[in-house]
Every structure is written in C-alpha cells, then in structure tokens.
C-alpha cells in the first residue's frame, strides 16, 4: 500500500528532495511531450478541473483542443459548493497520482513514486510554499516544473506566508455531520445535498471554505493560477493542496461519532468519468472512495487500520430546524480598500424589530453571509461580529468569527450568463462569540453588528447579498 | 384531548415545523384531483373548450405538475424567512414562479378555441418539436437557471417583492424549459398519458443526481409516438 507522506518543506540547495525531483520531471514530460488532447497531459489534466481558453496559457496553435465530445465529457467537472467536493476530488487524486507515477517510471524515476501532501497546518514554517516549488531550477541548472510565476507577491521567494487564519481547521474538524440539506443555512464537514447540475448558491462546505478557499486565495493572489479555478490545477502545488484535504476527510472521519453520507444518492447517485493512466476511461461514484485503503493509499501517520466500520453502526444525529431570526434588508456593498484596517460594517437592521430573542438559550448561532459577488479580484475577508466602530480588528480575536474566500470569483463573473449561480454563499458559527458576549452581558439581543474586513490590499468591491442570523 | 389526538396534533406540529412546504404539496394533489374530469375524458386531440375553462384547466395542470418539482424552493424560500412570514414567503415564491405560466396560459386557452388547434396529429408536432427543444444548448441553460436563487429581505414590501422576484426568476427558465411539452399535454385534452409522463419525464430531469439530457428528448419522443400512433388509429 502506497503512503503520502508530508511534503519536504526543507530549503535543500544541493540535494534535491527526490520526490519533488521525479515530480517535477514527470510534470515536464506530461507538458513538453503530450498533446493537449492526450488525456494524460498536463493541461488535460488541469481542464478536467476547469478550463476556460480566453485564460489558457499554454494555448498554441500547433497543439489543438481535443473534440468537443471529449471536453464535454471529462472537462470542468470540479465538484464546488457540494456535498461531491471531497469525494470527486480524491477521485480526481488518485488517477493523477496514477498518471504522473507512470510519467515518473517514463522518466526513469522509481515505480512506486506518491503523492505528498502540504500539511501548512503543522508549524509557522510549514505555512510557507515548500521551497522546492519557489526554484526556477534545480541545482545544476534542470528546469523545474514545480516552479509557476504566478503565484501571489512574495509567495515564490517565501517573504510571504499564509496566515494561521488561512489554514484553521478546528472548525471543519469539529463538525459531526458530514452534509446538510442545500436549503438549510447550516454548515457541516463536506457541503450540501446538491445534484452537480443545480444552479442555486449554497453554502460551503466546513472544508471547503477553510483551509481550501483560503490556501487557493493566498497562494494565487489577485493573478495567480491558484486564484481561479480555470488554472488552479495547472500550479503543481495544487495537487498537493488537494492531497491535504483529501487527508483531512480522513482525519475527520476517523474521530469518533463521524459518519459519511449514507444516503444513495450520495453514495451510488452520481457517476464521474475520468481516464486513468493508461487513457482508458473510468467511472467512479462515492461509494469507491469512502476508504483509502482501497483506492491502495494511506497517509503517513495514520494507521492502516481504522476504527471498525464507522458507517454502519452510528445512526446520523438528529439536528433541530434553523431559525432565520434577523437579516440585512438590502444588498450591500463591500467597497475596496487601500488600507488593511478600513472595515466596512454590516448592521442587522431586521433583527431590531423581529427582535434576537430566540437567542436566548440558542445553542447555535451561525452568520449566513449570501450571494456573494466579486469583480476581477474579490479575495478574503475577515469577519467580525460586534467589532465597536472604529476599532482595530487586531485588537478583537475574540470577536473574529471566521474568514471567508472568494476562490472562483473572477471565473464566476465571467460565466454569468452560463451559470445560474450568482456569486457565492458562506456559514460562519458565531456561537462561541455569542456565549462569551452573553457571559459578560455585553450581547445586545436586538441588533449583532458584522464587519467585513479585507484581507488583502488588492481587493475590488464585493456585493453581499444578504447577512442573516440563524439559530437553533 | 385524548391521548391519541394530542400524541397525533404534535406529530403534525413536529412535520409542519420540519416541513413548512407541506401545503403546497396539498395544493398540488388537490390541482390533481381537479383534473380528474380532464384526465378521465380526455380525447387524443383534446375537445374544445372555452377560453375561461381552458384557462382554469392550463392552470391546474400547471399546479399539479409544476408544484411537485419545486417543492425545494418553496421551503428555501420558508427558510430564508423569518418564522412570522414563512407562510407569507412561500405564497410569494409560488406566485411568482406561477405568474409566467398563468400568463402564457392565457394565450395558450385563447389559441385552444380555434378548430385548427384540435387536429388531431398537433399533440405529436409539439412533444416531438419539445423533444428537438431539449437537444438545443439553451435547454441545459434554462434548466440551470430554474434552479436559481436571490438573496430575500426579511421584512416589509422588500421581502414580498423578493420572494415573488425569486419565484420569477426561477418560473420564466422553467416555462422557457418546458412550455412545448406542457402546450402538447393541453392539446391533448390534458390526457392522463401526457400528464403523467410529462410530470415523470420533468422530474427524473430535474431531481437527479447528475445530468441526464437525454431523459427529455427521448421521453418527449416517445410521448410523439405515442400520440402519433393514437392519431394513425
């Protein structure tokens, strides 16, 4: 059995780490040597994700798109905003791993080369890109594709790191259910019951949103690859990303009382069809991935044997409806920044006369932040829930309910009139805020403040459709 | 109260709260059985009717086949409500999704009364012209937007204008969707087969777990056959 190991994040200006090197080296043969139509290509794979040529930057006209029949059936499948995100990409994982293995036997390399992962989550200095992904080349002059321009400022020469708000994932972690219904303004594990055709906005999955969201934001910035889900899969470190939060499915599940969807329609209802290493296509449905030992993997640190089958023995806690008890009237908006510390502030002002009393006792609060939409560079935002005016926001974690990410703003915007999706939707559990401001009796019951403060200096103008509170 | 009826009243309490659409469910069993007439006497070219009767049986038809599959949007549209407005909110959503129809209904019931739209092979014309309808790349477009949804205010004229802003923007893609297949089931006299089906072919589209375009051309297809085959008889 396979075992993804953590990725070396060591500066090593002499030996090169030898998996990153056969990575790199099947990346140049699956780039320089395959045809945009080999399912096996670099670009191929990156399409399967999405694909959009106006921001192709390989497009040549010597190397042509394949039938439309072909990017009908394999192309910009990601599975976002959907109880499918986890599943579809471990399915997506694993028959790159398979594709790049047998690229790196192509070039010599070892037969039994793996996928790393990049846990940012273990130290300050595993938040910064992996070394060997900010080097043009290689000691002795080799080129190295794990190298991609177009990352965020100073992400490359590792001046930049992402933030601990980029990579929290207690909050993921920490749910029981793994999916909720799409109409609910809740949020669990791994997403909504959405059919992969809807077209409504839901909300992010715990996962989703953060670490995922946030890693593609700050690793792409405004310009970068990782920054827009039509080029996300063409920066190496993308996989390896994903690597990460294919084994935080695992963590999760592996905590006690967790259970994966059982329902058939997640686990036999929908089919993905990709190409494995040998361009032979392959359907897959959630049922074969629920267990990595048999997709042949693990993660390192994680022992083979996981705990007696989880699924079949804990029944899905029953959880109480959720009570919308106060919104925003009117779509706002979020207007750009030159500052960090310029907050634009959201009050509630339904709740003054619906009144928040339903609060008390909640033992939910979640903040339901809705119809998101962004312009050319929507990035993230910090948001905070009874921040006093004018106040620093550095001066207030306590008051810091979670942060959210546009990834796939700008790819959004530009399908508008493909997509019915308008802008984006996220849950933020407020109910820790919500205790500790009733402990000190300074929770105002009739009206929560919210503030959105960017992240980034780069930011456009974002609209906001709408700011509810909910409860149970 | 006994104890039956009061174990019987929280059961309801309990589906009304877990379920707040459950009467637009109601509403569209009893646009069913209104139909029953219609489905019961229907001839495979239809019969002519008048305008106002025509009108009345487009509308029921498309409350019983139209509620059922929107079920979903009806409670989202409870869910982004306040509790004191759900009820409010829902009929908003419906109203604005049925708007569209009962208008082009209109049109429908008035061109119904001429003898030319009783020839008998018409309904075939229009499952098969609803079948090359679906194979267009706009049909798939249409689909996705009727699942669309806006953001609702919460109280005051804004949130009843929200809720039937909601109710149209999803009830326009789903006549532009589906408008072909529903003037086939009238041209038909509301027939049980074109009903049924039509409600069956609509649902397998718009409830699956993945895209299957071709449950509607071929269901409208053999929907064409059928009423061709009727018509040859």
């Known amino acids: ?78 599975q976002h905003s959907s109880w499918f995100f986890v599943p579809w990409h471990r399915m997506y994982l694993f028959f790159f791993e398979q594709i790049v293995a047998a690229a790196v036997v192509e070039a010599g390399g070892p037969k039994d080369w793996t996928l790393p992962y990049w846990d940012y989550t273990a130290s300050a200095a595993a938040r910064k890109l992996p070394w060997a992904f900010g080097q043009p080349t290689w000691p002795g002059g080799e080129t190295n594709y794990l190298y991609v321009a177009r990352r965020a400022p100073g992400i490359n020469a590792g001046t930049t790191s992402l933030s601990p708000r980029d990579v929290e994932t207690a909050t993921a972690l920490g749910k ?27 909300p992010f999955g715990g996962v989703e949103s953060s670490p995922h969201n946030h890693v593609h934001v700050s690793v792409g910035g405004p310009q970068g690859f990782m920054y827009d889900p039509t080029l996300a899969a063409l920066d190496p ?5 994903h690597a990460n939060i294919d084994r935080l499915w695992e963590v999760w599940i592996r905590e006690s009382n967790r259970l994966n969807p059982q329902q058939l329609s997640w686990l036999k209802g929908s089919k993905f069809k990709f190409y494995d290493a040998k361009r032979k296509v392959v359907t897959m449905t959630s049922s074969e991935v629920t267990d990595t030992r048999k997709l042949d993997y693990i993660y390192d640190g994680m022992s083979a044997i996981r705990r007696a089958v989880l699924e079949s023995v804990v029944a899905a806690p029953r959880v109480r409806r959720l009570s919308m008890i106060g919104a925003t009237q009117a779509p706002l908006a979020l207007e750009r920044s030159a500052l960090h510390t310029v907050i634009s502030t959201v009050a509630l002002p339904a709740a003054a006369s619906a009144g928040l009393e339903g609060v008390a006792g909640a033992s939910t609060v979640l903040l339901h932040l809705e119809n998101l939409e962004g312009k050319e560079n929507a990035g993230s935002y910090d ?35 493909d997509h019915a999706r308008v802008g984006f939707s996220f849950v933020l559990d407020v109910t820790r805020i919500y205790q500790a401001l009733s402990a000190a009796g300074s929770w105002d019951p009739e009206h929560v403040r919210v503030s959105l403060v960017p992240v980034y200096d780069w930011s456009d103008e974002v609209k906001v459709g709408r700011i509810s509170v909910n409860t149970r | 109260m006994t104890p039956h009826a009061s174990r019987a009243s929280q ?66 549209a409870a869910e982004r409500s306040l509790r004191s407005r759900q009820l409010r909110a829902m009929m908003g959503y419906l109203v604005g999704h049925l708007a569209p129809w009962v ?90 087969v074109a009903m049924v089906g039509g409600t069956l072919l609509s649902a397998a589209e718009r409830m699956s777990w993945q895209p299957r375009p071709w449950v509607v051309p071929l269901g409208c297809a053999a929907l064409a056959v059928w009423y061709g085959l009727a018509w040859l008889s």
Not at chain 1, 177 to 201: I, R
Not at chain 1, 237 to 241: K, P, Q, T
Not at chain 2, 45 to 56: L, N, Q
């Open chain 1, 176 to 202: 029981l259910l793994f999916s909720t219904s799409k109409t609910s303004s809740d949020v669990e594990f791994g997403g909504p019951q959405v059919q992969n055709h809807d077209g409504g906005v839901y």
């Open chain 1, 383 to 417: 948001v905070f829930v009874n921040l006093p005016r004018r106040a620093d926001p550095g001066d207030h974690p306590q008051l810091h309910a979670g942060r959210i990410s546009m990834f796939g703003a700008r790819a959004a915007k530009r399908r508008v009139r």
């Open chain 2, 103 to 192: 208008v082009f209904g209109a049109v429908v019931a008035w061109t119904h009364r001429a003898p030319w739209a009783h020839l008998p092979w018409l309904p075939s014309l229009a499952f098969g012209l609803a079948a090359v309808w679906a194979l267009t790349p706009l049909y798939p477009r249409l689909v996705g937007w009727s699942h669309r949804t806006l953001p609702l205010a919460p109280k005051g004229w804004a949130a009843d204008r929200d809720c039937l802003r909601f109710g149209f923007a999803q009830g326009v893609p789903c006549l532009g969707g589906c408008w072909l297949l529903m003037v086939g089931c009238t041209l038909t006299g509301h027939g049980p």
């Open chain 2, 11 to 76: 059961v309801l309490a309990r589906l009304a709260d877990q379920r707040p659409e459950w009467w637009a469910l109601v509403l569209a069993v009893a646009a069913w059985v209104a139909m029953l007439p219609h489905l019961l006497s229907a001839s495979p070219s239809g019969h002519p009717i008048s305008f106002w009767d025509g009108w009345r049986a487009w509308t029921l038809m498309v409350i019983a086949m139209t509620v059922p599959l929107i079920l979903e949007s009806v409670r989202w």
């Open chain 1, 1 to 78: 059995m396979r075992v993804r190991k953590a990725v070396s994040i060591a500066r090593n200006a002499t030996t090169p780490d030898p998996t990153l090197l056969w990575y790199s080296r099947a990346i140049g043969i699956m780039r320089t040597r395959r045809k945009f139509a080999d399912p096996t290509s670099w670009r191929f794979q990156g399409a399967v994700h999405d694909y959009d040529p106006s921001t192709d930057p390989y497009k040549s006209p010597g190397d042509p798109t394949p039938a439309t029949r072909i990017q009908t059936g394999f192309w910009k499948k990601c």
């Open chain 1, 237 to 241: 470190i993308f996989w390896l990303h």
